[in-house]
């Protein structure tokens, strides 16, 4: 699960944000968008370590170009926060 927030004011959720899911071959797994709470959800991912690749977010906002990678383990309940800051 993905956390998308404003960068100095994390009480404001951003929408519409897209990102990329890789796996650790560097394969596009799933592109995921946030909806009007600022979640974006991948459901049924393997354990393993995945990167997350900010695509696109509002008009708003600048796309976050530091990409994050992550680790899945077992009964991982993973939360990632992202934030951007306005343009």
Not at 9 to 16: E, P, V
């Amino acid at each position: 699960m993905i956390y998308k927030v404003d960068a100095k004011d994390n009480s404001i959720k951003l929408s519409n944000t897209v990102f990329d899911i890789y796996d650790s071959k560097n394969n596009l797994i799933a592109t995921i968008k946030t909806n009007n709470q600022g979640i974006a959800r991948l459901n049924n991912i393997n354990i393993g370590t995945y990167k997350i690749v900010e695509k696109s977010t509002n008009e708003f906002y600048r796309v976050n170009t530091n990409e994050k990678t992550v680790e899945v383990k077992w009964a991982d309940k993973y939360r990632r926060f992202y934030n951007n800051y306005k343009q």
